[in-house]
């Protein structure tokens, strides 16, 4: 059974900086695609980054980019979300998903993702 488990969340000013981290069970997770998606009070789940089992390939929501840094470390079977310039927009719920094979049409969606975590709470003050 996979699991995935959410941490560093919390409280930081306007323009502070977090990082949060995904912790994955299972044996295969370095040929899982990872992603992280948000919800808002009142909103629904949006797609914020996704990054392929390699690494080497990056994915943004136009909103994300410049200030989200999407990561990952197979030895570690952890996947990361460093965020900067953190904006009052920006607070949510966060949630980390594992996906077995890359969607190339749907990464961004969130039927793509197979795991889920319980996600982790992000509130940033004005």
């Known amino acids: 059974q996979v699991q995935l488990v959410e941490s560093g969340g919390g409280l930081v000013q306007a323009g502070g900086s977090l990082r949060l981290s995904c912790a994955v069970s299972?044996?295969?997770?370095?040929?899982?695609?990872m992603a992280w998606f948000r919800q808002a009070p009142g909103k629904e789940r949006e797609f914020v980054a996704a990054i392929r089992w390699s690494g080497g390939s990056t994915y943004y929501a136009d909103s994300m980019k410049g200030r989200f840094i999407i990561s990952r470390d197979n030895a570690k079977n952890t996947v990361y979300l460093q965020m900067n310039s953190l904006k009052p927009e920006d607070t949510a719920v966060y949630y980390c998903?594992?996906?077995?094979?890359?969607?190339?049409?749907?990464?961004?969606?969130?039927?793509?993702?197979?795991?889920w975590g319980q996600g982790t709470q992000v509130t940033v003050s004005s």
């Open positions: 998903a594992a996906a077995r094979s890359w969607d190339s049409s749907r990464w961004y969606r969130e039927i793509a993702y197979d795991y």
């Open positions: 299972g044996r295969t997770f370095s040929t899982y695609a």
